[in-house]
């Protein structure tokens, strides 16, 4: 149990150009989910939290009109990456929070790469 | 600010041999998370941590929390290959289930 998706797993963009990342719960819902940028050899850094029905909350830093998230649903959130630039290249992993629980379950992973 | 402090950052060891990975963090709460994350993947939930003196195994990894000292340790007994990854602590401030990482300590077990 406790499974969640990300899609796509990867994305090549070009400059300038925006994507949209996928972030599902398959067998729970999710009141709250998190996404997370991780560069090469650095740890998470927490970008934003969502909960289900309201705005995200971004950490200190995150642009949130270059990046936006959408939780729509109970089972999916969505990352749109606006006006991609190389520096935008980075591990996206979102994770998910059950209600009645603490602990945050973590997706597989989307690797963008914006040329 | 929340601050999680894992040290070493980097350990070489042989196969067979004890090692111990130390994690600080600053706030008081006390839920003590450890992964594990294999090169391009995303990350492996190992253990969770919730009270003063908890201890859990699995396998050849066993982890432990003193509240007191707001200090978790994760211990690796004869290590093997398999082994080599990069282990994380996070913490969650108190209060929140936002979670704050260390910078990660990556092994590599050595024949």
């Known amino acids: 149990g406790a499974v969640v998706s990300q899609h796509p797993s990867w994305v090549i963009c070009k400059s300038g150009t925006s994507v949209k990342i996928e972030c599902r719960s398959l067998d729970f819902q999710a009141t709250t989910m998190f996404w997370y940028r991780q560069f090469p050899k650095q740890s998470l850094m927490l970008m934003a939290t969502s909960n289900e029905g309201s705005k995200a909350t971004y950490e200190q830093g995150v642009e949130k009109d270059k990046f936006l998230i959408n939780h729509a649903s109970l089972t999916l959130s969505t990352l749109t990456v606006t006006s991609a630039h190389p520096e935008d290249s980075s591990f996206y992993i979102c994770s998910a929070r059950m209600r009645t629980a603490y602990e945050q379950y973590f997706g597989p992973g989307t690797r963008l790469t914006v040329t | 600010e929340l601050k999680v402090e894992q040290n070493p950052l980097f350990l070489s060891m042989q196969e067979g041999k004890n090692y111990t990975i130390y994690c600080n963090y600053s706030t008081t709460s006390d839920r003590l998370y450890w992964y594990r994350q294999d090169p391009g993947k995303s990350l492996e939930s190992l253990f969770v941590?919730?009270?003063?003196?908890a201890v859990k195994q699995e396998g050849r990894l066993m982890a432990s929390l003193d509240t007191k000292a707001r200090l978790s340790t994760l211990h690796i007994t004869a290590a093997v290959h398999d082994l080599s990854a990069t282990y994380f602590c996070?913490?969650?401030?108190?209060?929140?289930?936002?979670?704050?990482f260390g910078k990660g300590t990556k092994l590599s077990v050595i024949p």
């Open positions: 996070a913490n969650s401030g108190a209060g929140s289930y936002q979670l704050t």
């Open positions: 941590l919730l009270s003063n003196g």
